[in-house]
């Protein structure tokens, strides 16, 4: 083999050894995803990275808006499996980090729990109604005007 032979042959070589790194980085960022999953192919690709991102601000920096996000996403059933007990640990997160809506849509979840009109759900969805309404959402002061029954 002359040498122009060989390095066509090595540089064919190489190339084939970084595709397979890359796919095998594909793949293993994939891995670190966990349970969020495509929906379809790339059109959804970005929005699988912003719904792990977060997660991940909301589990790492305390972010009640990135809670909220990552309930909706639970709740929904958008890129995880539909999971309301994981949507209200995200929803009860939000809540705690101060976010208005996040406590208003966790007295939600209290209150449509409370089908059997148990007073345990009642006053916790009462609860997050009140929190609600102190941080400035008038959904949340109405919520308590009903369960009071003003």
């Known amino acids: 083999m002359t ?13 084939i050894l970084i595709m397979l790194l890359i796919i095998g980085i594909m793949i293993f960022k994939e891995g670190m995803k966990g349970e969020f999953h495509k929906d379809s192919m790339a059109a959804d690709y970005f929005d699988v990275d912003r ?31 539909e999971d309301r007990k994981k949507a209200a640990h995200y929803l ?4 705690r980090y101060n976010n208005g809506d996040g406590c208003f849509h966790l007295g939600t979840f209290w209150y449509e729990k409370n089908a059997d009109r148990n007073s345990a759900n ?15 959402v008038e959904n949340g002061c109405r919520k308590i005007e009903i369960l009071e029954g003003k």
Do not use: W
């Open 122 to 136: 009642n006053k916790r969805a009462l609860t997050h109604f009140k929190k609600a309404c102190s941080l400035g």
């Open 3 to 15: 040498d122009r032979y060989k390095k066509m042959a090595l540089g064919g070589i190489v190339f």
């Open 92 to 95: 009860a997160r939000s809540c």
């Open 51 to 81: 719904a792990l991102n977060l997660k991940n601000q909301c589990d790492k920096s305390r972010d009640g808006d990135a809670c909220l996000e990552t309930a909706r996403y639970y709740l929904e059933g958008k890129h995880v499996h």
